[in-house]
């Protein structure tokens, strides 16, 4: 059972144009997100985050939004560059009795085309 | 089992002391990766596998780690003389070659040190 869901796997956007990656959850004690990006043969890197208790986080190019009510998240990289092709995970932070657990989507592939 | 298992899911243990964790990864899945989170830092890149190739062990923070994949499935990551620093959840993901169908991460090991 996912708790975190990339739908997409793929995404292909015109250089230039926004890129919107789209993050789903079923845990509503989930109290932190996380969007992460990995190039190929390298590790993930982190990018940007938004607690639980807040609906927009803003980072230059980079801005998600939450939707608690709908259990969503998204990314929008606007405008999208060459250099943002890469695969983007997003992820779920819950601490539990102390138990701090990271649940990970399976990612979503960015291709941005020249 | 469907997903990456990862076992032990916690490990308390002695300063100095020399730890295993192991990682069942997707049955089929060539590429394997290691990583570990530090709470409140972003997840950091330890080492992958990929089918019968050298494995990349750039990530790897010290000698006092190594990593084998016996027969390109379960993996073992070893931390020798562990330290307090060590102490972080160690995360395992598994893709098809490539990472086209995403990636599968396993739920993690926490590791103690005290």
């Known amino acids: 059972d996912q708790q975190v869901k990339q739908n997409s796997p793929s995404l292909s956007v015109q250089e230039g144009r926004i890129s919107i990656l789209n993050c789903d959850y079923t845990?509503?004690?989930?109290?932190?997100f996380l969007w992460y990006k990995k190039y190929p043969a390298e590790g993930p890197t982190f990018l940007i985050s938004i607690s639980s208790i807040k609906d927009k986080n803003e980072d230059g190019r980079f801005t998600v939004f939450l939707n608690k009510s709908a259990k969503h998240l998204s990314l929008h990289i606007v405008p999208s560059q060459p250099g943002d092709s890469a695969v983007y995970f997003c992820a779920a932070i819950w601490n539990m009795d102390s138990n701090y657990q990271l649940i990970w989507g399976a990612g979503t592939k960015l291709i941005i085309k020249p | 089992g469907a997903g990456v298992s990862q076992s032990p899911s916690n490990k308390v243990t002695e300063k100095g002391k020399d730890v295993e964790l192991r990682c069942d990864p997707i049955s089929g899945h060539t590429a394997l990766y290691w990583y570990r989170q530090s709470l409140g830092q972003g997840l950091e890149f330890l080492i992958y596998f990929q089918g019968n190739s050298a494995p990349d062990k750039s990530g790897l923070p010290s000698d006092r780690f190594s990593a084998e994949r016996t027969g390109g499935s379960v993996s073992t990551l070893t931390i020798q003389r562990t330290q307090q620093e060590d102490s972080a959840v160690y995360l395992c993901a598994s893709s098809r070659q490539g990472g086209s169908h995403g990636y599968t991460f396993g739920s993690g090991t926490r590791l103690t040190v005290v």
């Open positions: 845990n509503s004690m989930f109290d932190y």
